[in-house]
């Protein structure tokens, strides 16, 4: 595990989980501004409580991890105040979260198994696909009836969904490349490090990052950050932007390099707001994860046949 992935964990859940707690606990009721005043102490606080704590384990710290996950945050402790988060519903949307962040560690499983020594990059792949496919497992079983309901409505209303999904898609897409484009000018790389990871798996077993990528990514993607996040929240909107930052964000902050790596949240956020409101259109995962499939079966091709013109 990371330090980024440490550090992460480690903030996340000292500011979240106190706010959840008392609020749970004790049904306050105060005013929008005095919720704002009690999440910015607490911010401060947590960060403090974060940075002593990251000292003392000896752990590296990351700058550039730890300050917007505490915004983040502190974000959705603001939410949980004014009760625009379902405290009810969040516990299940927040243990499938963890599941997912988590899901690395079935990686040991086959390890300590075959009493693997040295893991190569065609042996991450490997793993990678033995624990997205345990994920994918524990997800249709939590999820298998609504899908199966989703599934025969989307099949139904097959055109009017892609269309609308495509439409949404595109919008996302053009924000994503231009911003890209923007970036490679004012940043010292011309990729994000998450990519970067991928290239260099499409580079030692390009077929087996293609399921990955096609076919598990998306299909664990849109069921953890789509269709578990708008059952914990009350505001379609706040879903939508929420939804979004953390599919963007975690796909940058877990693999930081430095600051100017925040800038590729906003190509990576604007995939996931585009998603999100394709879900809260029909409240129907499987436009999503078609788009998501495609965006990825496209990408990971591209790069694929570009990797094999160079050889």
Not at 91 to 110: A, M, N
Not at 167 to 184: P, R
Not at 224 to 253: D, E, Q, T
Request: with cysteine; net charge positive.
């Amino acid at each position: 595990m990371t330090f980024n992935v440490i550090v992460f964990s480690l903030v996340f859940c000292i500011t979240i989980i106190p706010v959840f707690y008392i609020k749970n606990k004790f049904e306050l009721k105060k005013s929008k501004k005095q919720n704002l005043i009690y999440t910015i102490i607490w911010m401060l606080i947590s960060l403090v409580l974060s940075f002593l704590i990251l000292i003392l384990a000896k752990i590296k710290l990351s700058y550039e991890t730890l300050i917007p996950t505490s915004i983040f945050g502190s974000i959705l402790n603001y939410f949980i105040l004014n009760e625009q988060i379902n405290t009810k519903t969040v516990t299940k949307t927040l243990i499938i979260f963890l599941c997912f962040f988590f899901s690395s560690l079935l990686q040991y499983i086959p390890i300590t198994l075959f009493n693997i020594k040295k893991i190569t990059i065609n042996t991450q792949v490997l793993l990678t696909c033995f624990s997205d496919s345990c994920l994918i497992f524990l997800l249709l079983k939590v999820y298998y009836k609504e899908l199966k309901e989703e599934f025969i409505v989307f099949r139904k209303n097959f055109n009017e969904y892609i269309d609308t999904a495509f439409k949404y898609y595109f919008i996302g897409l053009l924000v994503m490349v231009v911003s890209n484009v923007i970036i490679n000018f004012l940043t010292p790389t011309n990729m994000a490090s998450n990519e970067e990871s991928i290239q260099k798996m499409i580079e030692a077993s390009p077929y087996l990052t293609l399921i990955c990528t096609a076919f598990f990514a998306p299909v664990i993607e849109e069921l953890v950050f789509r269709k578990s996040f708008s059952k914990a929240f009350n505001n379609k909107y706040l879903f939508i932007i929420i939804s979004g930052l953390v599919f963007g964000g975690l796909h940058v902050v877990l693999s930081i390099r430095g600051w100017y790596d925040l800038l590729y949240l906003i190509p990576y956020c604007s995939l996931g707001f585009s998603f999100a409101i394709i879900y809260s259109k029909y409240d129907n995962i499987f436009p999503t994860i078609t788009i998501h499939a495609l965006h990825n079966a496209i990408i990971t091709i591209i790069s694929i046949i570009s990797f094999m013109v160079i050889l």
